[in-house]
């Protein structure tokens, strides 16, 4: 009887370790209305429109972006949004800064990260160009897939097609849960 136990204690204890071990690899969440995200700014913009088929990777205008952002929500609205990039041509000139603030939702759906780590917020968005005003009430797509990375979709037509139609792309460094 005692070593069934035992067997038992020690089977329990494996299985519960190796259940920790894949929920967290995964990244599996409670679904909820208040959580912290943050993390990098890593992407590349091409210099042509959207609905270009064909592109000539030798010779399009390429422009990196680096840098961070933040997200915060309490209770299913958002408390906080920043985001902070230096964007510049590849070949080094002219590199200037970008700030996307004031994020503001457009309807009254509270913010839910889902369970798997997933939201999508849509709103309108500030964004300012080396610190200072460059366009305001921009239409602004924010989407974490899997709470492992980020895209920023700011509209083409709201900062006159300075992102060229293209997805500011991130990844999501750290997400936290509160309850």
Known sequence: MMKKSIALLILLFTVSLVSFYFTNDSKVFAATDTFRAD????????????????????????????GYWKLVTDKGKIANFTSEFYTGPVNGAVNHTHQVTNLRVEDD???QLSTDGSTQISGLTDVK?????????????ISISKGRTISINIADNGTQRHFMGQPIYGIVKDLKIHY
């Open 39 to 66: 993390g990098q700014i890593s992407s590349l913009v091409l210099g042509m429109p959207p609905s270009t088929h064909t592109v000539n990777m030798s010779s399009v205008e390429k422009f990196i972006l680096s």
């Open 109 to 111: 759906r509270p913010i």
């Open 129 to 141: 160009t080396n610190g200072k005003s460059a366009w305001s009430d921009v239409h602004t797509t």
